[in-house]
Structures are given as C-alpha cells and as structure tokens.
C-alpha cells in the first residue's frame, strides 16, 4: 500500500504543522491484542499491520515495517516478552513492509523472506534505502542489508508450544507473496494479500493470480485472519477481499468487450458491494490494473 501510506504520512506531516494532528489517524490505533497464548497483533495505520509469535527461546516478527515505525513497535514488543527478537518476516517487499529490514538485522534479527520477495529487495532494496536516509538521517549508521533466510515455497518454525509455517502460493499482491500459518492457533497473517478496507495497492499485482491464491488459502482452517491493514478480520474477510478481484474483473471486462474506451470504462465501474466494504469506490489505478491485465499488457 505505498502510495497511499506515503499520502497519510504526507497528511500527517501536514496536519502537525497546522496544529491539526489530534484528527489524524493515530500510529497505534488500539494496543497490541494477544490473540492466543504469545500470538500477537498490532494494526498500525500509515505502515502495514504487525505480528509477532513469542517462541520458548526468542521471537518471530511479521513484517518489518517502516524504519521510523519499527523502533515503536519493538518497544511493544518487549512490553509483551523478554525474550529476544531473533526473526523478522517479510509478507513481501513493498517499504511500508520490509523497509526496516536492515534495522532489525542491526538489533541482532535475521531477516525471511520467500525468494521472489528478497530478488526484488536486491534490485531495488539499496536505492530506496538511500533514499529514506536522505529523509531520516538518524537510521545513517544502519548498513543496508538483504535478508538472509530465503525459501521457495515453505518454511517451519517450531517448538514445543507453537508452530509457524511460512507459506507462499503464487503471485498475487506481489510476485514474492508470503504467508504466516499459525495451524495450532487457526490464526493466519496475510500481509497485502488480504486486507481489510480500501488498501488494495495492484501496482504490482496480478489479479488472476490473487484470486487462485485466495482460494487456496482458502483451503486453510483459518478462523482468524490478521490483514496486512485495516481491523483484525475472519474467514469473512477473505470472501470480501476476493469479490473485489472477481467483481472488478467481471465489470472491466463486460466493459471492455461492449468495445468501452477506459475513460468510458473508469467512469461506469461501479461496485456497490465493494463500496460497502471498504467504504470507497475503486480507484483508478486498480481499474486501470485490472484493464491491463485483460487487455494483455500485464504478463
Ligand atoms: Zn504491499
């Protein structure tokens, strides 16, 4: 969700100078909820959600985060555990993710992720890391690093009370979409793959591909689903999330085949079950995604 965590940054920034942040959305909009025994999540607005699995000998974050994020959410950490933060997982790429990888791998973390995620951290990782220095001078000691736990399509972490498996099913949100399956708990973190409300950035995305994957996770016995944003949400979340897809798949493309211009196009697209949701219309740039893909510019 880039763009529009970068827009409510922006927002912010803006709100604070005009004495006007007090009506923003606040970072930590609840305290973080311990789902089941050491099981952990905190909504975060303006970066992605957090999870964190407290093992018998350390603990396994999900999702880094933003760097200027990070340093507080480690503080609610350690409110919940003593014990030592030895993982950090990233769902996928995207900054308001993975940014602060190499901060946590300062702190003594090892970085995972599934291999499409960290090939395009490689290619891109290092320049947006400079970047972000350039706005936040005091992470410059920070050496900039890639992760280092890589697997392809599945990864266990285990002992004797919990049990993570990292999974991944295809592309989706991105091409390197991972998931946290918690089977003991049926709790499930999705990262973008399904959210909760109007955070669906498909810049990177394939919506054929989203979908199969949201049937497959389907197949899990989840009951909790922990969204890479918006509220905590259930097996219902996930039904919404994939109405969108298949919704705006089928009004783009009856449009496209009545020979519709997209100007014409994103004009008519109306989802009324979507808007109900996530309380907005598509936007634009989702319309024009979907346009893409059906039209065959998007491989
Ligand atoms: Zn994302």
Known sequence: MNPKSLLSVLAFALLSCLGLAQDAPSLFPSEPKELAPGVWFQQVNGSSNCGWVVFDDYVLVIDANFSWVAPKLEERIKKTTSKPIKYVFDTHCHGDHAEANSWWISRGAQVVCQEECRAELAKTGAQKWQEMLGKKPEFKDVEFKLPTVIFPDRKVFEDAHHRVELLTFGWAHTKGDGFAWLPKE?????GDACVNGPFNYMGDASTEGWIGVLNDVEKLPFATLCPGHGPLGDRGTLVEQRAFFLDLRQAVGGLIKEGKSFAEIEKKVELPRYEKW??????????????????????
């Open 186 to 190: 049926k709790i499930i973190f999705t």
């Open 278 to 299: 996530a309380g907005k219309k598509p936007s634009s740039s989702q319309i024009m995604r979907v346009h893409e893909e059906l039209t065959g510019k998007v491989k």
